[in-house]
């Protein structure tokens, strides 16, 4: 059982769209009679989630929080998915994925090859999902934002993700806060970011970073002149967080 909410996002500026006029109206003219023959079967959210697309066939974003879906849902999320293949943004927050849901997400991430911004947080990453997630990160050549913020995410699944993560080259803000990095994952998040010449963002509050892993983001810091680092709640001394934040604030 998935547990998400449809956010309606903001009504685009007058003019503004991601897809062509012919594509949006195509996205329409696909979802309104789908949504008239299966709105039974649907839950509420999700016909409000549909509607949405519907009267806002270009909007960018695609977002699930908090409601209630069942495996036999998300064939109509796939649906929605392969109508909106332009967006540019997708938010799943605060939900515990089936194994069908969490493929679903996947194939959703591989389809939408616009993808800027990604947030999938509080969703239950395991170890075998995170291989699954990093094989389709390696295709989103341009994402900028990512978060992946309280999954329990450890060193093992940061080696799985770090490489995944360094090849993405328009990558600007990173999130892991509220993880379990350690000094190990954050040492192996260090060496594969430090080629991405874009990187701005970097948060790794409460993850169990001692100052090992602190020298290490030190050296990113100094690497990248534009890069902020938030590493609050950490095993660190308050001093070598000054240290930190004395960096971040000076660039």
Not at 58 to 81: A, E, I, Y
Request: contains cysteine; charged residues 20%; negative net charge.
């Amino acid at each position: 059982m998935l547990v998400v909410e449809a956010v309606v996002a903001k009504t685009p500026r007058q003019g503004s769209t991601i897809e062509s006029p012919d594509s949006a109206f195509q996205a329409t003219r696909v979802l309104a009679p789908y949504l008239l023959a299966e709105r039974e079967s649907m839950p509420k959210k999700l016909v409000k989630l549909f509607n949405y697309h519907i009267d806002h066939p270009g909007s960018p974003h695609l977002q699930l929080k908090f409601f209630t879906m069942q495996d036999s849902d998300w064939r109509h999320f796939s649906v929605l998915v392969n109508t909106c293949k332009l967006a540019k943004q997708l938010v799943v927050w605060k939900t515990g994925l089936s194994f069908k849901g969490f493929r679903t997400i996947c194939r959703t991430i591989a389809t939408l090859s616009q993808l800027e911004l990604l947030t999938l947080e509080d969703i239950g990453l395991g170890h075998h999902r995170v291989v699954d997630l990093a094989k389709e990160l390696g295709m989103l050549t341009g994402l900028r934002t990512i978060s992946l913020a309280v999954n329990d995410l450890g060193p093992e699944e940061i080696e799985v993700l770090a490489p995944a993560l360094g090849q993405i080259r328009a990558l600007q803000e990173v999130n892991l806060d509220e993880n379990n990095v350690g000094d190990k994952g954050c040492v192996l998040l260090c060496k594969a970011l430090e080629q991405l010449d874009s990187l701005t963002f970097l948060s790794l509050r409460y993850n169990s970073i001692s100052h090992i892993g602190f020298h290490h983001l030190i050296s990113l810091g100094l690497l990248h002149t534009a890069l902020k680092v938030f590493a609050e709640g950490n095993e660190i001394e308050e001093r070598e967080l000054d240290q930190l934040t004395s960096l971040c604030s000076n660039l």
